[in-house]
Antibody, heavy 113, light 108 residues
């Protein structure tokens, strides 16, 4: 069955960095565009970043542009999000999403001193 | 950026009743690229409807979507106990992808 498993979340100080990973299985990863979507505690859903199936097209939300970098490795069925210069407002559960269909269970990122 | 406004914010209904949720867009949604998701506490969102009116795999037929342009509706014909949750609409036809703020369907 389809699985998306995020990892790499945790507690980090403001200004710090984290790298999120998402391991995909149960579907043809290279056929899907992928996104990171986040949800701050008790809040709604916010799109963060998009990468096309080949990796040639990338978009970012204005709130993370210049600080976050999305990438993928189709040979490893994996998606990544490098997050630098983290701020308190980046605190959220980060979901890895395939197309619009499949969501991981999320990984919590907490930015706090 | 397309802004999606969902109404009402909270819907208080009893099991067996009909639920009608609205999602209005600030501009026309390209090719009806409008999706609906259900989210329960502590869980990831689950895709219910895509393309404004197509049910995702495994979604019961009590869930239906309709609309086009700027006005979209999710209808749950008869609420089951497991349907009490938060529902989000999403447009994925234009960048950036955007979500509505959510409608909570709670037990009356």
């Amino acid at each position: 069955q389809v699985q998306l498993v995020e990892s790499g979340g945790g507690l980090v100080k403001p200004g710090g960095s984290l790298r999120l990973s998402c391991a995909a299985s149960g579907f043809t990863f290279s056929d899907y565009y992928m996104s990171w979507i986040r949800q701050a505690p008790g809040k709604g859903l916010e799109w963060v970043s998009y990468i096309s199936s080949s990796g040639s097209t990338i978009y970012y939300a204005d709130s993370v542009k210049g600080r976050f970098t999305i990438s993928r490795d189709n040979a490893k069925n994996s998606l990544y999000l490098q997050m630098n210069s983290l701020r308190a407002e980046d605190t959220a559960v980060y979901y890895c999403v395939a197309g619009i269909d499949y969501w991981g269970q999320g990984t919590l990122v907490t930015v706090s001193s | 950026e397309i802004v999606l406004t969902q109404s009402p914010g909270t819907l208080s209904l009893s099991p067996g009743e009909r639920a009608t949720l609205s999602c209005r867009a600030s501009q026309s949604v390209s090719s009806s690229y409008l999706a609906w998701y259900q989210q329960k506490p502590g869980q990831a969102p689950r895709l219910l409807i895509y393309g404004a009116s197509s049910r995702a795999t495994g979604i019961p037929d009590r869930f239906s979507g309709s609309g086009s342009g700027t006005d979209f509706t999710l209808t749950i014909s008869r609420l089951e106990p497991e349907d009490f949750a938060v529902y989000y609409c999403q447009q994925y036809g234009s960048s950036p992808v955007t979500f509505g703020q959510g409608t909570k369907v709670e037990i009356k």
